[in-house]
């Protein structure tokens, strides 16, 4: 049962990805730039954020992080955002979700100029998305999912994939881009309400589990050979350990990898994948508002 190693893929990437930032530099004279936006003091958040902005500033790309109290106000935060958007030298803006309670995230997402989108939330890349116009941005955690299928060289073309989970940030994007020309599976998507669940996901060729539940994914629910994607991340009890938690996925690894055929370990699969779309996603910002030649696509 081989394992899908996310962290060894996107340390590839990120290889490949300071190449573009350098041929940019040299070639165009440009600097690609992420604008990070924290509200609040949320400890994961925090974490998330510094990590984006390390990653950054690793890979030659101007990092600048903003960060807002806990008490910013609505109209705070968007002319934070009014401003990151006509600064030249800020090609991609993320607003660090979720962010607290009587923000609208919605109406931020809705606020970030499309051209510098690099999470693909504003509803014009969605629907870009939607009808299957590449021009814009993929949504991070879904394109780092297909590029892990392709340079493991899983076949997707007819396969019957069975996305668990329907959020905005994976399950609807994920399915889209799996049923898309591109990948040409055919897709279901299953949720909380679905009837026949488990029956469904025991003819799946791949899963992609994005339900938010640890262990949900058993070993009865899933065929030989079948393909695991775990995008979950649950925090469980373990005294045990020095942090007092551990990590688990939505699937029940330890039991279901007897029957995969491939399969996403958490930590360490999809995780590492989100982070290096972003940065491609920031590179690919700068060469759409320079008008200059694309990098290389990684899918």
Partial sequence: MPIIDGKKISIQLFSEIRHEVEILKTRDNLNPGLAVVIIGDDPASQIYVNAKVKRAKELGINSFKYELPETASQDEVLNLVRELNVRNDVNGILVQSPPPPGIDEQLINETIDPSKDVDCFNPYNVGKLTIGDETGFLPCTPAGILVLLKRYDIPTEGKHAVVLGRSNIVGKPMALLLSSKRVNSTVTICHSRTVGLDKISAEADIIVAAIGKPNFVSAD???????????????????????????????????VCEKASFITPVPGGVGPMTIAMLMYNSVKSCCIQNDVELPKSLI
Wanted: glycine letters at 8%; proline letters at 3%.
């Fill in 221 to 255: 629910m899933v065929k030989n050979n079948v393909v695991i994607i775990d995008v979950g991340i649950n925090r469980v009890s373990a005294p045990e350990s020095k942090k007092g938690y551990k990590l688990i996925g939505d699937a029940d690894f330890e039991n």
